[in-house]
């Protein structure tokens, strides 16, 4: 079964941090682009970080300098390492996979998961 499983969401405070791993099963993501979106209520799925199959990574200005974004093939896992966190950061995070790019950017997300819920607050 082709699928995408986030894991690592949860409360934290603020300034802490958190780790968002993105399992993939049924495929492998040695031959795609990755990436992570956050949705908050009443907004759609905004890009918040990409990583190529280089390990190229594209950030939004927002997250630069505390999130870093990392592949493990051999795991077939992406990860999200997220420091530094504030209240902007909260949402859901969803992990995806790129059917199609433009340079290092993704313009067709045709597989997501489910989503892991990051709450900041003290």
């Known amino acids: 079964q082709v699928q995408l499983e986030e894991s690592g969401g949860g409360l934290v405070q603020p300034g802490g941090s958190l780790i968002l791993s993105c399992e993939a099963s049924g495929f492998s993501i040695d031959n795609y682009l990755m990436v992570w979106h956050r949705q908050v209520p009443g907004r759609s799925r905004a890009l918040v970080a990409s990583i190529g199959k280089l390990g190229d990574a594209v950030y939004v200005n927002s997250v630069k300098g505390r999130f870093t974004i990392s592949r493990d093939n051999l795991k077939n896992t992406v990860y999200l390492q997220m420091n530094g966190l504030n209240i902007n950061d909260a949402g859901v995070y969803y992990c995806?996979?790129?059917?199609?790019?433009?340079?290092?950017?993704?313009?067709?997300?045709?597989?997501w998961g489910r989503g892991t819920q990051v709450t900041v607050s003290s």
């Open positions: 995806g996979r790129c059917a199609t790019k433009i340079g290092s950017t993704c313009v067709n997300i045709d597989l």
